[in-house]
């Protein structure tokens, strides 16, 4: 019992992703729209493992890890980078999103772009591999 605790001390827990839409008007998780991509506006709702929201869902500011997925559905808008973000994964659930700034979009190794319609990414963009498909 003693080897299995001496084990498991400085073992740390792996990042799990989770899921995390945008929403500008803040009371409808992944409702969409315009604004800007950053640490301190509360646009985002994160839905864990969850590909859906429902209901008014409150959203929050988001750090992004490399493994998280961000979600764009709803009304189409602009996210304005305003600092680099790295994910592992963007989703774009409705025509006609654009992510623009001057600012680095930074795809995780093996990183997932979904698309439904049209998206634009105007940013900077780096990476080293990606699988696009829609």
């Known amino acids: 019992m003693v080897a299995a605790a001496v084990l498991s001390v400085g073992v740390s827990p792996q990042a799990k992703a989770a899921n995390i839409f945008w929403d500008v008007n803040s009371n ?25 929201t429902s209901g008014a869902n409150p959203t929050s500011v988001a750090t992004f890890t490399t493994a998280d997925t961000a979600y764009f559905t709803g009304l189409a808008g602009t996210a304005t980078l305003q600092q680099g973000v790295t994910v592992g994964g963007l989703y774009f659930g409705s025509p006609g999103f654009t992510i623009a700034g001057a600012n680095t ?3 995780n190794t ?7 319609g ?16 829609g």
């Not at 998780?29 to 604004?35: F, L, V």
């Not at 800007?36 to 646009?43: E, G, K, M």
């Not at 093996?110 to 439904?116: D, E, I, K, P, Y």
């Open 118 to 133: 049209d998206a634009t990414i105007s940013s900077v963009v780096a990476g080293t591999t990606f699988t696009k498909s």
């Open 105 to 107: 979009l930074t795809l």
């Open 28 to 52: 409808i998780g992944g409702a969409g729209g315009t604004g800007n991509w950053d640490t301190t506006s509360a646009f985002w709702y994160n839905a864990g493992s969850g590909t859906t």
């Open 110 to 116: 093996g990183a997932s772009v979904n698309t439904v």
